[in-house]
């Protein structure tokens, strides 16, 4: 998940990191911290890894020290906001052959548009590429299931108003659960992007009131341990070290 998996999708999103979900077992938590060790990485951010930390919503943090891994760094996350439970995240993977690296499982793009809707400015861009980009590559034609993914998730206007024109029937279903359809079926560009803007809206003030208990309770245990070298420097998650 994350921007590696954005550019698998086409989403052409540069990353310095790897974003992982994964399975909260005694069994997988321990094949993690193994591979951890092996990759010589360092937590660098508070709270440490723990099934706990991880099932509560929290994010860890890694960098990376072997040789030959330019000092990588590894968030790993459990449960996000609006996904489903990792099984059923797991059970919906692709799995991607990838240059170097063999057989590669990666989040569905329906799931990971749906993890992406944060209130970081930079996640806004990536869903719009992506979803554009498995359009095009499709022709706007496809299965049902996957017109109707477009038909919710895409952002870029034009698009939106091309594909409503191709599947009218399927347009109109959509219509009265999404507004930007709606407009869309109308040829009304510029009320496109506007209902697109209050999805947005929409979305980052609901991933902002989902950081903020967490945020509150990591600033809690950070007081609790009352230790000068874990004074909290906020990151893009809004997490804190």
């Not at 994964?22 to 591979?35: E, F, H, I, K, T």
């Not at 719009?128 to 993914?149: E, H, K, L, S």
């Not at 903020?212 to 990151?235: G, H, M, Q």
Request: hydrophobic share 40%.
């Amino acid at each position: 998940m994350g921007g590696q998996a954005v550019i698998v999708y086409g989403g052409a999103e540069f990353s310095r990191d790897i974003d992982f979900a994964v399975a909260v077992s005694p069994g997988n938590l321990d094949r993690l911290s193994a591979a951890l060790r092996d990759l010589k990485a360092e937590p660098i951010y508070f709270p440490p890894l723990s099934a706990d930390v991880l099932q509560r919503g929290h994010a860890c943090h890694y960098r990376c020290l072997a040789a030959g891994l330019h000092r990588l760094r590894i968030d790993l996350m459990s449960v996000m906001r609006g996904a489903d439970p990792f099984l059923k995240l797991w059970s919906r993977r692709n799995v991607m052959r990838l240059p170097g690296a063999g057989s590669v499982p990666v989040m569905s793009l329906p799931d990971l548009v749906r993890v992406k809707k944060t209130q970081r400015d930079k996640d806004w861009p990536m869903i719009r590429r992506m979803v554009d980009a498995d359009m095009v590559r499709a022709g706007a034609r496809g299965p049902a299931a996957r017109v109707r993914f477009w038909l919710r998730e895409l952002r870029t206007p034009e698009h939106l108003i091309e594909l409503t024109a191709r599947h009218p029937v399927e347009a109109r279903r959509m219509a009265g659960k999404r507004k930007a359809v709606a407009r869309a079926l109308q040829g009304d560009q510029r009320g496109v992007a506007a209902e697109l803007r209050k999805e947005e809206d929409r979305e980052r003030a609901a991933d902002r009131r989902y950081w903020a208990p967490l945020r509150a309770e990591l600033e809690r245990w950070r007081l609790e341990r009352r230790s000068p070298k874990l004074v909290p420097r906020r990151n893009s998650r809004g997490t804190a070290p």
